[in-house]
C-alpha cells in the first residue's frame, strides 16, 4: 500500500528539498510531532546512515496493542528513509520529482510493507488486518519548523 501527496501547494511556502530533508531527518528523531499515535522516541544508537529509535505509543495507539518498538531507520539523503520494525515490515517515505521537473514540483509517498506471518493470505482475517493496516495513522501531520 501506499500514498503519495504534493509537498508545495498553492498558497503554503514553497520548501525547498533541502528543508524537506531537514524535516524528514526531524521525523526520525521526534515521530511524536508526526504521529499523532506515538508519543515519544528515544535514540539508542545512530551512525551516518542510520539510526535505531525505540517508539512509545499512545494508549490504543498500535493496532495489536503493544507499548512500544524499537525501529532501524535507514536514511538515504535526500530522498528516502526505511522505518524497519524488528518482524522485517518497513514504512518507507520517499521525497520524489513531480513531472514538471520543478524544484518546488516535489511529492511525499509514503509505502507501507506489513509482514504478517501468521496470517493466511486470501482470509477474511488478512482482509481484516489489510483494512486495520490502512487505518493505521503512519501519514501524521508534517510540522517541522526551520
Not at 21 to 33: P, T
Not at 56 to 65: N, Q, S
Not at 81 to 88: K, N, P
Not at 126 to 146: F, H, I, N, P, S
Request: aromatic letters at 8%; hydrophobic letters at 35%.
Amino acid at each position: 500500500m501506499s500514498y503519495t501527496a504534493p509537498i508545495n501547494r498553492p498558497g503554503l511556502p514553497v520548501l525547498s528539498a533541502t528543508q524537506i530533508w531537514r524535516c524528514v531527518d526531524h521525523k526520525v528523531r521526534h515521530a511524536e510531532d508526526f504521529v499523532p499515535a506515538i508519543v515519544h522516541t528515544e535514540l539508542l544508537s545512530e551512525s551516518r546512515t542510520e539510526l535505531k529509535r525505540r517508539v512509545t505509543f499512545a494508549a490504543d495507539g498500535h493496532p495489536a496493542r503493544i507499548k512500544e518498538a524499537v525501529e532501524t531507520c535507514r536514511m538515504y539523503e535526500p530522498c528516502r528513509v526505511d522505518f524497519v520494525a524488528a518482524d522485517g515490515s518497513t514504512i518507507t517515505n520517499a521525497i520524489s520529482v513531480g513531472p514538471g521537473g520543478d524544484d518546488w514540483d516535489l511529492y511525499y509517498t509514503y509505502i507501507f510493507e506489513w509482514r504478517h506471518p501468521d496470517i493466511d493470505e486470501g482470509s477474511a482475517e488478512a482482509a481484516a488486518q489489510r483494512a486495520a493496516d490502512w487505518k493505521r495513522d503512519g501519514l501524521g501531520a508534517a510540522t517541522c519548523e526551520d
